[in-house]
């Protein structure tokens, strides 16, 4: 009786209900693949949407694809590449990353975790393609925002907030995505010998050309070494990845004036296609630190121009290691999981120049005991909580997923 | 257009309320109250109802905001937060009761990051004015309303503004990093800023596009890009609306993302060519714009592609931009389309709803049953990459009933807009003029959580009154009418 499978939103709403009525608090899962990515919840029940699952509508012609929350991400992955599409945010998978090998990862578990891939840079965040939910409230009403069109100022946008709220805003139910064609080829110009300060100005400059580099990322040494990629595999140098999709008759041309554009600053190497796919799935599902598993992974957004700066100096100072995806902009970083887990002086480090750090792996005992999302100022907390309070007044779903008391 | 009923308690303040103004902003020309001055103020881009607020102040810094906003909550004033004034849905019509907070003396660029692609600038800096602050080195800022050059950064932030280039670059929230918000009682709060994403929950996301109704933003971080080596547009004309439809989703279907895709139905074509001679065909029932940018090689490639396309479904014309002057008259075209239209017809109402491509010519031929049983001549312009439709509405507002007739008219239009899967608003906002149809787009009980996070923000209920949202019961008054 705590461990609730509704088999439709009708269901959804009815177990949130009875848990309102009965004051008891819910755990809402999905496929599991994301379990130990946040604080830990404590709740009365445990609420499994792994049942509402189907893709009620896909038109191609009009770039929008729909699917109950508890779709396996590879099936919605399938059903656009039959057609020719994608996500445009290239979903990370990180079940490897986190331990939970055998789960499978559902659509709904992806927005409320707002994954987004190397791809971000380019074709926006999972928010950014979000363009409807419907979604049970804390009070289990059934709730839509959004629709099936992209432009859209009609009330307030609860698409944007439900993404990345971890399910503390309710239980997903369907979500409903602007898509893109999947680029015809892929190919990555990797340019070697690179320090952080060179590796910047590196990505700097490609992101400053019209060539639509749609991926650009930073690999120290000991981390380029970890892939599996030929070109990469025992290298001792630091390398930036960037990367061009598109048509294959444009290809060439683009690297052409790629290569020539970043030309000045370090040797250079092709990826083709499946190589260059090959390396951007070991970026994107941060396969280059899943192991050792006892390290403890932080994932630090930032400006762009900080990143591989700051990544050296955390690196260096606390024995850890990592890479900078987003060119520079998001920072993988994995460390002793001793103590706070470096929680004091990487968060001192990142309030310094801007941005915020998330604690996404961990053992359970540290993820209880400090802050795994970054603390909020003050009065933004407030305006958080407040937020909570009027989607979810009792406090009944996900309590303290995010923050402790929220 | 009613409006909640004015507190005469606050208006018999009046001097005093200017009086404690003047005390916190005390540059020059910074509170306006003078009967001949203020009347500036009394409307915006819905030029149909005007209101005279209380007064206007044009705070100069985000703390002469907060000032300002600590002293309007504190005496329980309304306030309306107001960039350029270019709403077209009456998002910044004043109350008579009221303070509006003006923006447009904040008009500074605080700072420009090449490196991180961000430019941060003040809430009253046009929209084109940050693409003419970073355009030096080749970069832009994507969003591009029609309004560009005159509507602010913040009133398309309030808005989450559009343009003709949304298929390929997205709206404003797709384009936002951060802001710098001043609640309701007046507390300075960050919400993002150079960096990607949200720390805890999405609360930019949820800004964006609020209409005024959550704080007042004074600071905006955009990002910026660096512009294609080139773009060029073709004109395709079609014998029917359903031909250029299926057009459409061919082109879509086939993998090319245009950067823009503009449908103009035969009123919209006739008044067009009528008023600039763009070229446009005039024995077609409707005309697409395809754009697409890159190299010049690419772009002919792409070009070829989508002509070869658009051969299969039997166009009446077909013509790529021979070069830049064709490329500029082809847009010259589209961009004076509602200035067009106003050349034809004493008033116009713009409406703005958003339906998915693939209902397009069910509701073109619906919105023409609608035009027939008006007695309205309605003219259509679609972005059709995004969905969003501007059906004008044609008519006489010094005849007798009729704006309110058209009124009627665009209601109908939008909900036919809600019944075929889509919204009533696509980047104009709610304001006042579709508050009342907000409860048809959504239940009782999706109105009440909206309402209940608006409350999460402004508990007394102060910021922007009377907009998004219906009205309630309490008493209310008619809003002013045009002379």
Request: aromatic share 4%; hydrophobic share 45%.
């Amino acid at each position: 009786m705590n461990d609730l499978t509704p088999a439709d939103e009708a269901g959804v709403a009815e177990a949130v209900k009875a848990a309102a009525t009965d004051a008891v608090s819910l755990e809402l899962v999905g496929g599991g693949s994301l379990e130990g990515f946040g604080r830990p919840v404590q709740a009365g029940r445990t609420l499994r949407l792994r049942q509402l699952r189907g893709i009620p509508l896909y038109r191609p012609s009009e770039l929008v694809i729909r699917a109950l929350a508890g779709t396996p991400v590879g099936e919605v992955v399938d059903a656009l590449d039959a057609e020719g599409q994608a996500l445009p945010f290239e979903p990370p998978d990180l079940r490897h990353l986190l331990g939970n090998d055998d789960a499978e990862p559902t659509i709904g578990g992806l927005v409320a975790a707002n994954l987004s891939g190397p791809a971000r840079i380019s074709r926006g965040a999972l928010r950014d393609s979000l363009i409807g939910v419907r979604f049970v409230d804390g009070q289990g009403r059934i709730q839509r925002s959004g629709g099936r069109v992209m432009k859209n100022v009609t009330g307030l946008d609860l698409v944007k907030l439900q993404a990345g709220a971890h399910g503390t805003l309710g239980a997903l139910t369907e979500v409903t995505f602007k898509v893109l064609p999947r680029s015809e080829t892929q190919s990555t110009l990797l340019v070697g010998g690179l320090d952080a300060a060179a590796a910047s100005r590196v990505m700097a400059r490609a992101m400053a050309s019209p060539l639509d580099v749609s991926a650009a990322a930073y690999l120290p040494p000991d981390v380029a070494a970890r892939s599996v990629v030929a070109e990469l595999a025992g290298r001792d140098d630091g390398v930036v990845a960037l990367r061009l999709d598109t048509f294959a008759s444009f290809l060439p041309e683009r690297l052409r004036k790629l290569r020539q554009h970043v030309a000045a600053a370090g040797a250079t190497d092709v990826l083709e296609d499946q190589a260059s796919g090959t390396l951007w799935g070991e970026i994107r599902d941060v396969r280059l630190l899943t192991h050792p598993l006892d390290r403890a992974v932080w994932r630090i957004s930032t400006a762009a121009s900080n990143g591989p700066r700051l990544l050296v100096s955390l690196a260096t100072d606390m024995d850890g290691r990592g890479f900078a995806d987003w060119s520079g902009g998001l920072l993988w970083l994995a460390v002793a999981a001793t103590d706070d887990a470096g929680a004091g002086a990487i968060r001192a480090a990142v309030d310094a120049v801007g941005g915020h750090a998330t604690l996404v792996r961990a053992p359970l005992a540290i993820r209880a005991a400090v802050d795994v999302f970054h603390p909020e100022a003050p009065r933004l907390a407030a305006l958080t909580r407040s937020v909570k309070a009027a989607v979810d007044p009792q406090g009944i779903v996900n309590p303290g997923r995010m923050y402790a008391g929220l | 257009m009613r409006m909640p009923a004015a507190n005469q308690a606050i208006i018999e303040r009046r001097q005093a309320i200017v009086d404690a103004l003047g005390r916190i902003c005390p540059a020059p020309e910074s509170v306006i109250a003078a009967d001949d001055e203020i009347r500036a103020y009394e409307t915006d881009g819905l030029s149909a109802y005007r209101q005279i607020p209380l007064a206007v102040v044009l705070p100069s810094t985000t703390e002469e905001v907060a000032a300002v906003m600590r002293y309007c909550h504190e005496q329980n004033i309304p306030v309306t937060a107001r960039g350029a004034g270019t709403s077209l849905a009456g998002g910044a019509m004043p109350t008579a009761d009221g303070v509006v907070v003006g923006l447009m003396k904040m008009r500074r660029i605080l700072e420009v990051d090449f490196d991180s692609r961000s430019a941060t600038v003040e809430a009253g800096v046009t929209n084109l004015a940050i693409t003419q602050a970073v355009e030096h080195e080749e970069f832009f800022y994507a969003p591009d309303p029609s309004s560009q050059l005159a509507c602010s950064i913040g009133g398309n932030v309030a808005n989450n503004s559009g343009g003709a280039h949304c298929l390929r670059y997205g709206v404003t929230t797709n384009n936002l990093l951060g802001v710098r918000l001043v609640t309701v009682d007046g507390a300075i709060v960050d919400v993002g800023g150079k960096h990607a994403d949200a720390a805890g929950l999405d609360l930019l996301g949820l800004l964006c596009g609020s209409e005024g109704q959550l704080g007042v933003v004074t600071e905006v971080t955009v990002r910026i890009l660096k512009a294609p080596e080139g773009a060029r547009p073709m004109l395709l004309g079609f014998a029917s609306n359903e031909r250029a439809g299926a057009c459409v989703d061919a082109i879509i279907g086939s993998g090319i993302i245009p950067v823009a895709l503009e449908f103009m139905d035969k009123p919209a074509i006739h008044a067009v060519e009528a008023f600039v001679k763009a070229g446009y065909p005039l024995d077609v029932e409707a005309v697409l714009i395809v754009e697409v940018e890159g190299a010049d090689d690419e772009i002919d490639t792409l070009l070829g592609r989508i002509e070869a396309i658009a051969r299969d479904h039997d166009p009446r014309y077909l013509r790529v931009a021979a070069n830049a002057q064709e490329a500029a008259a082809i847009w010259q075209g589209r961009k004076s389309a509602f200035g067009a239209v106003g050349r034809i017809s004493p008033d116009y109402i713009c409406i703005d709803g958003t339906i998915p491509t693939s209902a397009l010519p069910e509701t073109l031929h619906r919105i023409g049953e609608i035009s027939r049983t008006y007695g309205f001549q309605i003219a259509n312009i679609f972005h059709a990459g995004d969905g969003n439709l501007h059906p004008l509405i044609l008519y006489d507002a010094n005849a007798p009933g009729e704006l309110e007739k058209a009124e009627r008219c665009g209601a109908d239009i939008l909900k036919l807009c809600v019944d075929v899967g889509g919204c009533l608003s696509g980047e104009h906002g709610v304001g006042i003029e579709k508050r009342e149809l907000m409860a048809y787009q959504f239940d009782e009980h999706e109105l009440d959580l909206q309402m209940a996070i608006k409350r999460a923000f402004d508990p007394a209920w102060q910021l922007n009154v009377g907009k998004v949202f219906p009205l309630d019961d309490g008493p209310s008054a008619p809003l002013g009418r045009a002379a």
